[in-house]
């Protein structure tokens, strides 16, 4: 009963909050009824960052959960499981976002960056490349921090999941004469889609989310070009102290992450129960 | 380990069986090699990928603002003057209060976590609607959240307060952690809890002398993960810690961007100085975290 006021009190919060005029000093001031949902659902800044962030995130999930699977496969097949690289595979996850950010702010730093030094020496006499300065890119450079800190997740599950297959089924197969690309296609990726499916499923909802990069690199910039939703709301929360916007924000963002997110949730369910 | 060596060992196997076209037999031989091959690269690849960003972050943090912006990789003369500089300021003193409400944290969420993850994963209580309910508020991202919370610390005087944010972490982190312990509690046969229940234990006794015992390995596993969560987090810690003693260790590091003038080679020593403890934990503690992961996550 305690876990369910504590579940249910920040839903409640949000949605009363958006149904009133609120200031971070003051919530609840006075009743609006759907009027803050009908501004932010108008503002082409919402819609923008709705689309961004949403693209986004089936963006980030996509690469981290191939570059993932493929890097897993491969490790299954070398036959390097050992502790070493699975100590390796766990420390990008665990350094702290911010730290991340900051890192890759380094590697794309105009001055003497990672890629600047590595493209002079390629190259001598090219420009300068401003990835996280510029409209286009800025956004990519995000994500490529992203993909970088959360992919060895989606090793480390399917991994596991490759290495706990039943043995019976594949020998099995082996013997009816399937080849290795056959074995593969046919008996082992079925078997360890359902994890495949989580694991984007995790990946998914870490990328809908994603805030800290973005305020450590680009904090929303240059312009509005990386703004993504949970930034968006942070900036009307507590930059604007308008937390009946935020709410509002919050709640469209819930809408939208469930309508991306729900397909890819059946479809884990589905191989679960198989 | 002994999955993959029978896995590599049958496919020669196999392939024998069709020994009758040698011709096949020989090719699909040399392509299995070169899928090795072209695996073992690729491993190779993702684990210079992995490195070389830190390995990069460790050869900034001995360079000075001049050798950063000259463009060399790794300085023939190495700047220590960054770690001292990092290490003589409010820093240590964030790393050991983001230790403290981290580890602080993912103790009372467990505590809290246990007794709510065995009712539903045995009891079936609420059934899909409750556990689905309890992570609801983890898709979400949590900065509206932020604003009650402050309010509610404020009330009881815990804002600014290192036990204000180990508080919030710990309730924040519960549905986490009852989701991650379902994988494990599921595992324990219900046959124990049955005859403990036979001998006449209440629920409490079986709890407390058959489940949490036996919980022991998922209760490290699982609470290294919210910890390192907790210790990684940002958001909470800049709006509940504002004064300089409370500070977390991500604060400090971001506060750092908005420096006039931004020293690259302290910032990174600091970052350094950040990631070292829980570099640390989870290498000596990575079994563990692996199969929390693994287990918890996925089911």
């Given at each position: ?7 249910a ?13 609120s ?14 949902l009908?501004a932010?659902?108008?503002?082409a ?41 699975r ?12 730290v ?115 305020y ?28 009946g ?30 | ?15 024998a ?26 491993v ?51 790393v ?22 065995w ?11 409750l ?5 609801s ?148 503690l ?13 089911k």
């Amino acid at each position: 009963m305690v876990l369910l006021v504590l579940a249910a009190y920040p839903l409640l919060f949000i949605v009363s909050a958006s149904l009133t005029r609120s200031s971070l000093g003051q919530p609840f001031q006075e009743f609006l009824g759907t009027e803050n949902l009908r501004a932010t659902i108008g503002s082409a800044a919402v819609q923008n960052s709705l689309l961004l962030g949403t693209g986004y995130a089936i963006g980030v999930a996509l690469a981290s959960t191939v570059l993932g699977t493929a890097t897993a496969v491969a490790l299954w097949r070398s036959l390097k499981s050992g502790v070493i690289i699975r100590t390796v595979l766990l420390l990008p996850m665990i350094v702290p976002p911010v730290v991340v950010g900051i890192l890759f702010s380094f590697i794309f730093s105009p001055s003497g960056g990672l890629i600047d030094t590595l493209i002079k020496i390629v190259s001598p006499g090219s420009g300068t490349y401003a990835i996280l300065s510029d409209t286009t890119w800025a956004i990519f450079g995000v994500a490529l921090a992203d993909v970088w800190e959360w992919t060895p997740l989606v090793v480390l599950l399917v991994f596991t999941a490759l290495l706990g297959q039943d043995q019976e089924i594949t020998e099995a197969a082996q013997l009816d004469g399937a080849n290795g690309l056959q074995l593969f296609g046919h008996i082992t990726l079925p078997m360890v889609a359902g994890t495949i499916a989580a694991a984007f499923l995790i990946r998914l909802i870490l990328a809908f989310k994603v805030f800290d990069l973005v305020y450590v690199m680009t904090a929303g910039g240059p312009g509005s070009s990386t703004e993504v939703p949970a930034y968006l709301i942070w900036r009307s929360a507590l930059q604007n102290f308008d937390v009946g916007t935020a709410a509002s924000i919050t709640l469209l963002l819930a809408v939208v992450a469930t309508i991306v997110t729900l397909p890819v949730f059946w479809i884990t369910k589905r191989h679960r129960h198989d | 380990m002994t999955d993959t060596l029978t896995h590599q060992q049958a496919i020669p196997a196999a392939t024998a069986t069709k020994a009758p076209r040698p011709s096949t037999l020989t090719r699909q031989g040399r392509r299995s090699r070169a899928g090795s091959l072209l695996a073992s690269g690729w491993v190779l690849g993702a684990a210079v990928v992995v490195v070389v960003p830190l390995l990069y972050l460790v050869s900034i943090s001995v360079m000075t603002q001049a050798q950063i912006a000259s463009g060399i990789l790794v300085p023939t003369d190495p700047a220590w003057q960054n770690w001292a500089d990092a290490w003589n300021s409010p820093l240590p003193r964030g790393v050991l209060n983001s230790l403290i409400a981290a580890f602080g944290g993912a103790v009372l969420s467990l505590a809290l976590a246990v007794p709510g993850a065995w009712t539903i994963a045995r009891h079936r209580t609420g059934g899909k609607t409750l556990s689905g309910l309890i992570l609801s508020p983890w898709l979400l991202p949590p900065i509206v959240a932020i604003v009650p919370l402050l309010t509610l610390l404020r009330m009881v005087g815990l804002s600014n307060t290192l036990t204000g944010l180990t508080l919030v972490y710990a309730l924040m982190n519960v549905p986490v952690a009852i989701w991650l312990l379902d994988g494990f509690i599921r595992r324990i046969p219900v046959d124990i809890e049955e005859s403990g229940r036979i001998d006449g234990a209440n629920e409490l006794q079986l709890l407390c002398r058959i489940v949490v015992p036996l919980l022991v390995p998922a209760l490290i596993a699982v609470g290294v993960i919210i910890a390192i969560l907790n210790y990684n987090e940002f958001l909470f810690a800049t709006f509940l810690t504002q004064s300089e003693e409370s500070q977390t260790v991500t604060v400090l590091l971001a506060g750092m961007l908005s420096e006039r003038v931004q020293d690259f080679g302290r910032m990174a020593a600091s970052s350094l100085i950040a990631v070292i403890p829980i570099f640390t934990i989870a290498v000596l503690l990575q079994r563990w975290l692996v199969e929390g992961l693994t287990t918890g996550a996925v089911k």
